[in-house]
């Protein structure tokens, strides 16, 4: 050990006295105590909320801390009843004084303690716990987005239908991440949230691994493997893809044909093909292979409702040969939306609609227009089921209502408005919060990419009253008087 980095705290026999003493050096503050033959240190604020443990109840090798009832064994630094652990520290007796070893860890060694506790709180989903680790990430100087990637490796073979709402989610909160690189509260939040998402949607799930069987790669295969939804064969060949060299901006023409062969659970297909990018865009080759096994996985388990007998007639559709057209309509719905099929209870389940319903276009759109401009081949697909949407929505429109109040004078403006909600958001539906953000996000790609005023302005005014606009998150009488309406028909 270093010898300057020991310092001294107190002499023995006051510490015999007193029974405990506080080190503070810079902004370290470290409790030690005396209890029997055996002189202890810790860290001195709670890793909860950080009251001083020197304050706290010491009862054997336990010390608890007052305010909340954390317990920590001083011996190893564990949390007994809590979450968070304390880091402890070495004595040493010399000259009748006792001293502290307060040189730091490594920052490999810091780095594994807190990833530790990090998937601690990620195996119970322990928002504040995982916003701690994360602050401590930042503090200790270790990129943080190591924690992104360590979630994902955490909980793709917990996903049993593969790639959710917060592996898109999450696209966008690193998005957020890297725009706020001047704001560390901020980055703190989008990790958080991202995290958190992943977490809630693998808590209390097993396992489902995936096979390590690989076969030679071909898109022909892979696409029919989609279609026969034969997950175990889909994985074979993209293990094999991945196994001879291929990376995802070689698969991705095959993973958009993939997901717009059918109008897929609700856009949600190609919407995932193209977040998916992102996030790989943003963390590198690392988390390639359990993203694409993943999205691999969806893609064989998702819903087609082009099968329903409601998508068979493409006439009752408004079918456009333009994305502008139908981005506009589309955009149209979402402002106009009847807000009333919100919160009714006296519809039928084919009426159960709100504004997720309309927000999704405007993430599918985005899709459409991110992939069909690297695959222009696909844009029939595409626009056919931007259509849908906009058939599918259109009988929940009241074009009646004044909707005026709703214009967006200042874009810049706005958007940091809508940049602030979603950083302090308040739902505790994750999947709420996950639409916001990526309606946002596909709302603002698309404002600048159009080239039409009137479309600008109707994209503004429609995420304006969303984001103004009270949700429901719980539909307690809907659920009661559809399942008694649902069950009572055998009776």
């Given at each position: ?5 020991w310092e001294?705290v107190v002499s023995?026999?006051e510490?015999?006295?007193?029974k405990?003493a506080?080190?503070?050096k810079?902004s370290?503050?470290?409790?030690v105590f005396?209890?029997?033959?055996e ?5 001195n604020r709670c890793?909860h909320q950080?009251?001083p443990l020197v304050q706290?109840t010491v ?18 630094g564990k949390?007994l009843?809590g979450g968070?652990?304390?880091r ?12 502290v070893?307060?040189a ?8 594994q ?7 601690t ?12 680790e ?9 990129d ?5 990637k ?5 909980s793709?073979e917990?996903f ?5 709402h ?5 696209s966008d909160?690193l998005?957020?991440y ?6 560390p509260?901020?980055?703190?939040i ?5 995290i958190?998402?992943m ?6 799930e097993?396992?489902v691994?995936?096979s390590?069987?690989?076969v030679?790669?071909?898109?022909e295969?892979f696409?029919?493997a989609?279609e026969?939804e034969?997950?175990?064969k889909a ?5 094999g893809a ?8 070689q698969?991705?023409k095959v993973?958009t044909?993939a997901?717009l062969?059918h ?6 297909a ?6 998916t990018?992102?996030v790989?865009?943003?963390?590198g080759k690392e ?13 064989c ?8 007998a ?6 009752r559709?408004?079918y ?7 981005l506009?309509?589309n955009?149209?719905?979402f ?5 009333r099929?919100?919160?009714a209870y006296?519809?039928p389940?084919?009426?159960?609609v709100?504004?997720?319903d ?6 599918f759109?985005n899709a459409?227009?991110?992939q ?10 595409g626009?056919l089921?931007?259509s849908?949407?906009h ?9 009646v209502q004044?909707?005026s109040?709703w ?10 408005e ?6 302090d958001?308040?739902?505790?539906d994750?999947?709420?919060?996950a639409?916001?953000l990526k309606?946002f996000?596909a709302v603002?790609?698309?404002v600048?990419h159009s ?5 600008q ?11 103004h ?7 307690i009488?809907r ?5 008694m ?7």
């Amino acid at each position: 050990m270093n010898s300057m980095s020991w310092e001294r705290v107190v002499s023995v026999q006051e510490l015999e006295h007193k029974k405990s003493a506080l080190l503070k050096k810079g902004s370290k503050q470290i409790a030690v105590f005396k209890m029997g033959s055996e002189i202890l240190a810790v860290d001195n604020r709670c890793p909860h909320q950080g009251y001083p443990l020197v304050q706290g109840t010491v009862d054997a090798s336990v010390l608890t801390c007052n305010w909340h009832n954390w317990k920590f064994d001083m011996r190893t630094g564990k949390c007994l009843t809590g979450g968070d652990n304390v880091r402890t520290y070495p004595i040493k007796i010399e000259e009748s004084f006792v001293w502290v070893e307060i040189a730091e860890p490594s920052k490999e060694e810091l780095t594994q303690t807190i990833l530790e506790g990090l998937k601690t709180a990620f195996t119970k989903a322990k928002y504040g716990r995982t916003s701690r680790e994360l602050a401590r990430l930042y503090f200790n100087g270790i990129d943080s987005t190591i924690a992104i990637k360590k979630s994902i490796e955490w909980s793709y073979e917990k996903f049993k239908t593969g790639t959710t709402h917060a592996y898109a989610a999450c696209s966008d909160w690193l998005r957020l991440y890297f725009e706020n690189i001047s704001n560390p509260e901020n980055q703190l939040i989008c990790l958080t949230e991202a995290i958190d998402h992943m977490a809630g949607d693998a808590l209390g799930e097993p396992f489902v691994s995936y096979s390590k069987d690989s076969v030679p790669f071909s898109e022909e295969a892979f696409i029919s493997a989609i279609e026969a939804e034969d997950e175990k064969k889909a994985i074979a060949l993209l293990q094999g893809a991945l196994k001879s060299g291929l990376h995802f901006e070689q698969l991705e023409k095959v993973f958009t044909h993939a997901a717009l062969m059918h109008y897929n659970d609700f856009g949600h297909a190609l919407i995932y093909v193209t977040k998916t990018a992102t996030v790989i865009e943003f963390l590198g080759k690392e988390v390639e292979s359990p993203l694409l096994l993943s999205l691999t996985r969806a893609l064989c388990h998702m819903t087609r409702e082009d099968l329903l007998a409601e998508f068979q007639d493409i006439s009752r559709y408004s079918y456009q040969s333009s994305y502008e057209a139908l981005l506009e309509m589309n955009a149209k719905n979402f402002l106009y939306f009847d807000s009333r099929f919100e919160a009714a209870y006296d519809k039928p389940v084919s009426d159960n609609v709100g504004w997720l319903d309309v927000t999704h276009p405007m993430t599918f759109a985005n899709a459409v227009r991110v992939q069909c401009q690297k695959y222009p081949e696909f844009w029939k697909q595409g626009l056919l089921q931007l259509s849908f949407f906009h058939g599918r929505n259109l009988p929940y429109v009241d074009t009646v209502q004044n909707v005026s109040s709703w214009a967006v004078k200042n874009k810049d403006h706005f958007f940091a408005e809508c940049v602030e909600k979603i950083l302090d958001h308040g739902f505790n539906d994750r999947v709420q919060a996950a639409h916001l953000l990526k309606t946002f996000c596909a709302v603002r790609e698309e404002v600048v990419h159009s080239q039409n005023e009137t479309t600008q302005k109707i994209l503004l005014a429609a995420l304006n009253r969303y984001f103004h606009s009270p949700l429901k998150f719980k539909h307690i009488r809907r659920a009661a008087r559809q399942n008694m309406s649902l069950v009572g028909k055998d009776f």
